[in-house]
């Protein structure tokens, strides 16, 4: 078999067999087959797309280039919940702890983040003691004992995805439908859980700027996990704005807090409910979707979801305190209120730029080597839809520096507001099943 052989065949439009799908993964894993023929294959794919079981042989030929995790030895339907990521986004801590108070077992891998704000492992170590270390003896051990457990992504996992999403980067072959999908599930697959749901974020603050595309991408990976035997399905949730009021780490681990106690933004908490209905019908506690929804709104309002919360800090090192006293979080030594311009009506938060923003104080990494400042950030006051008085404070800067011009500068510049009123947008934009 010759990689130009495979490179040609997909050039033209044909479809690749199992064996030259494969041939290819373990190839560039290993070094056999160079660079500038893996970006010849991706062109190729990019312009000529994937057949459904194309898509399907390229994910497990990634998943496969690896370690997969077992956890077979956690009782119960394993569920995972994967995030495309965006502006705010708190979603896996407060989701994590309902759905495991309902009884079903959380086992989740999660990343650092790379742009406006860190990943879901840079906000828990916002608590002071928490960490994201443990064995795999210890990370089951926590599941069966108290529902859930978060840890950062270890071992050699879909090593194959890690070449070719850098070399991705640099060829611009990163939006390819089948090439994402391939990606992400990869992952989850390899991550062990027996059934998924995907947040497929849509709009400015999204990778998937439009809601055909975002549809595009959740099809392709809910039959790619459904045609592999993980249960898989996706909610498209809108990402034009910022979800929730937080952007920053220890902020956002605040707003998941309130959310548990039942005072957290209205979007968040319906996204919450949303995706956690779906992860306890797919994990088998609830036979419709209602039935779930009303069992995750009485685990919030009982407080048994707030516990499992403090004993998942507790189990994994962490000040679980913080919980009833959020003023133990890291704290910005200066806040900075952004007073409204005129009065109207909010027409527009561009999530991207304000994400930004966020990032220009210290909340994101720019790059790999970044130190992120788990204090910082911003806190929205108003969202889209919303009334404003001129002088109205629009959000509230975090920071621990005192100039915050080119800050100010980018919020003034991406926040719109118009005499009309304007509708919120819609949160969920559709649901994806077989």
């Given at each position: 078999?010759?990689?130009?052989?495979?490179?040609?065949?997909?050039?033209?439009?044909?479809?690749?067999?199992?064996?030259?799908?494969?041939?290819?993964?373990?190839?560039?894993?290993?070094?056999?087959?160079?660079?500038?023929?893996?970006?010849?294959?991706?062109?190729?794919?990019?312009?000529?797309?994937?057949?459904?079981?194309?898509?399907?042989?390229?994910?497990?030929?990634?998943?496969?280039?690896?370690?997969?995790?077992?956890?077979?030895?956690?009782?119960?339907?394993?569920?995972?919940?994967?995030?495309?990521?965006?502006?705010?986004?708190?979603?896996?801590?407060?989701?994590?702890?309902?759905?495991?108070?309902?009884?079903?077992?959380?086992?989740?891998?999660?990343?650092?983040?790379?742009?406006?704000?860190?990943?879901?492992?840079?906000?828990?170590?916002a608590i002071e003691g928490f960490h994201v270390e443990l064995s795999s003896e210890e990370f089951s051990k926590q599941v069966n004992d108290i529902g859930m457990a978060v840890i950062g992504q270890s071992g050699n996992l879909t090593p194959a995805d890690k070449k070719l999403y850098a070399l991705r980067d640099v060829t611009g072959t990163?939006?390819?439908?089948?090439?994402?999908?391939?990606?992400?599930?990869?992952?989850?697959?390899?991550?062990?859980?027996?059934?998924?749901?995907?947040?497929?974020?849509?709009?400015?603050?999204?990778?998937?700027?439009?809601?055909?595309?975002?549809?595009?991408?959740?099809?392709?990976?809910?039959?790619?996990?459904?045609?592999?035997?993980?249960?898989?399905?996706?909610?498209?949730?809108?990402?034009?704005?910022?979800?929730?009021?937080?952007?920053?780490?220890?902020?956002?681990?605040?707003?998941?807090?309130?959310?548990?106690?039942?005072?957290?933004?209205?979007?968040?908490?319906?996204?919450?409910?949303?995706?956690?209905?779906?992860?306890?019908?797919?994990?088998?506690?609830?036979?419709?979707?209602?039935?779930?929804?009303?069992?995750?709104?009485?685990?919030?309002?009982?407080?048994?979801?707030?516990?499992?919360?403090?004993?998942?800090?507790?189990?994994?090192?962490?000040?679980?305190?913080?919980?009833?006293?959020?003023?133990?979080?890291?704290?910005?030594?200066?806040?900075?209120?952004?007073?409204?311009?005129?009065?109207?009506?909010?027409?527009?938060?561009?999530?991207?730029?304000?994400?930004?923003?966020?990032?220009?104080?210290?909340?994101?990494?720019?790059?790999?080597?970044?130190?992120?400042?788990?204090?910082?950030?911003?806190?929205?006051?108003?969202?889209?839809?919303?009334?404003?008085?001129?002088?109205?404070?629009?959000?509230?800067?975090?920071?621990?520096?005192?100039?915050?011009?080119?800050?100010?500068?980018?919020?003034?510049?991406?926040?719109?507001?118009?005499?009309?009123?304007?509708?919120?947008?819609?949160l969920i934009e559709a649901i994806i099943t077989q």
């Open positions: 078999m010759r990689m130009v052989d495979i490179i040609e065949k997909k050039r033209n439009g044909e479809e690749l067999t199992t064996a030259e799908i494969r041939f290819f993964v373990e190839g560039y894993t290993d070094g056999t087959i160079p660079d500038y023929q893996a970006s010849a294959l991706c062109m190729a794919i990019y312009f000529q797309d994937m057949t459904d079981r194309e898509r399907a042989d390229l994910t497990m030929a990634m998943v496969e280039s690896g370690d997969q995790i077992d956890l077979s030895s956690i009782a119960g339907v394993k569920v995972d919940k994967h995030s495309t990521g965006g502006v705010g986004d708190t979603t896996t801590l407060p989701l994590t702890a309902m759905v495991a108070a309902v009884g079903v077992p959380v086992a989740k891998m999660s990343g650092r983040g790379l742009g406006h704000t860190g990943g879901t492992i840079d906000k828990l170590e990163v939006s390819s439908i089948p090439l994402i999908a391939g990606s992400i599930m990869s992952k989850k697959i390899a991550a062990g859980a027996d059934a998924i749901v995907l947040d497929v974020k849509t709009g400015d603050g999204a990778f998937m700027k439009t809601v055909e595309d975002s549809i595009k991408l959740a099809e392709a990976m809910v039959k790619i996990g459904n045609s592999v035997g993980r249960k898989t399905m996706a909610i498209i949730s809108d990402m034009s704005q910022p979800l929730g009021y937080a952007i920053g780490n220890a902020l956002e681990v605040q707003e998941a807090i309130d959310t548990l106690k039942g005072k957290g933004p209205a979007d968040l908490n319906e996204l919450c409910y949303t995706l956690g209905s779906q992860m306890v019908v797919v994990g088998g506690k609830a036979k419709t979707i209602e039935e779930a929804r009303k069992m995750l709104e009485e685990v919030v309002a009982s407080g048994a979801a707030l516990e499992v919360l403090k004993k998942f800090i507790t189990a994994q090192g962490g000040d679980a305190s913080v919980v009833d006293d959020p003023s133990r979080l890291p704290q910005a030594k200066f806040k900075f209120d952004v007073p409204a311009k005129q009065a109207g009506y909010i027409s527009k938060i561009e999530a991207d730029d304000i994400g930004t923003a966020a990032m220009l104080l210290g909340a994101g990494r720019a790059t790999k080597e970044s130190e992120i400042d788990l204090a910082v950030g911003l806190v929205l006051h108003k969202k889209v839809g919303d009334e404003v008085k001129e002088g109205e404070s629009l959000m509230t800067i975090h920071a621990n520096t005192e100039n915050v011009d080119a800050v100010l500068e980018k919020i003034y510049a991406h926040i719109f507001i118009s005499a009309e009123k304007v509708e919120a947008p819609k």
